[in-house]
């Protein structure tokens, strides 16, 4: 089964977010835009609730946020039931440690899933994805950093990202308005 998510991304310029919608509109499969609001909970866990244009879901992913492969756990449900989760949630003793308001554009490239975002308060990332197994975690690894290669992509280090992360937790409700 393949429950291993391999992924990498970037931050890129609002300019390059263009360019690339561009780029990938014309040289991959369209999959969806869509409109995401999260909410990422205080707990041990990363655990999250998301209401999209198409569903909400629950996800669980494990180890540390911004690691390259993660087991990721997903239940889908109609979206009309968000606030339910919220309830669920809250009820349960969870609090909402932050929220994500983003737009993603999601397109099949070569058999990954390249996303291209943009995350009110926080900016614009190109994320290469691929669900595989743990046998397959190093080669798919290697190959998605080849490919965001092919595209001139400095990869944003870890430390970019935890910091700009952190960021966004201590300020997240200001930035967002």
């Given at each position: 089964m393949n429950s291993i998510e391999v992924e990498v991304r970037s931050f890129i310029s609002e300019d390059q977010y263009?360019?690339?919608l561009d780029f990938f509109n014309k040289n991959a499969k369209f999959l969806k835009e869509d409109d995401q609001e999260t909410h990422y909970f205080d707990g041990k866990e990363d655990l999250r609730i998301q209401k999209n244009n198409y569903f909400s879901k629950i996800w669980l992913?494990?180890?540390k946020?911004?690691?390259e492969a993660r087991e990721e756990i997903e239940l889908r449900f109609p979206k009309e039931d968000f606030e339910k989760l919220q309830r669920l949630f809250s009820r349960l003793g969870y609090n909402v440690k932050i929220k994500w308001f983003r737009k993603r554009h999601d397109f099949d490239w070569?058999?990954?899933t390249v996303s291209l975002d943009y995350?009110?308060?926080y900016g614009h990332i190109i994320e290469l994805e691929k669900l595989c197994s743990e046998a397959?975690?190093?080669?798919t690894l290697k190959m998605?950093?080849?490919?965001?290669?092919e595209l001139n992509i400095k990869i944003s280090s870890r430390e970019e990202f935890d910091n700009k992360f952190k960021h966004?937790?201590?300020n997240w409700q200001t930035l967002i308005k």
């Open positions: 263009h360019k690339f992913k494990s180890g946020i911004h690691d070569d058999g990954m995350t009110k308060g397959e975690k190093e080669a998605i950093k080849g490919k965001l290669a966004y937790e201590q």
